[in-house]
């Protein structure tokens, strides 16, 4: 299973590109950050293709800058756990797992 780019690291991105006035292209298989207007569906492609991703440390890295987003991990982790602990079933919990990287034993 694949995980989606998360909709607001997507808010982050767009918002910092806007802001320095860059957008990302892929020349010939690379993607870089140059100058211009964003375009969504190139950036969604980036994400897609892990030119933009997301740190350990939390943080966004866009072809290789990183963007700090202000994001309170406390308070997304609590409703995350909150919502699995009366959502979830087994198969959510060990595809979320899988998405994680956690290896099952």
Not at 28 to 44: K, Q
Request: charged share 25%; net charge positive; with cysteine.
């Amino acid at each position: 299973m694949k995980c989606l780019f998360p909709n607001e690291a997507m808010k982050t991105v767009i918002s910092y590109l806007r802001r320095t006035r860059q957008t990302i292209t892929c020349t010939e298989g690379t993607y870089a950050l140059v100058n211009g207007i964003p375009n969504i569906n190139d950036i969604e492609q980036a994400c897609r293709n892990r030119a933009v991703s997301i740190t350990l440390n939390g943080s966004i890295q866009i072809c290789g800058t990183h963007v700090r987003p202000e994001w309170d991990t406390v308070i997304i982790r609590r409703r995350v756990e909150d919502h699995l602990r009366k959502c979830a079933s087994p198969e959510d919990i060990i595809r979320i797992a899988s998405c994680l990287g956690v290896k099952l034993t």
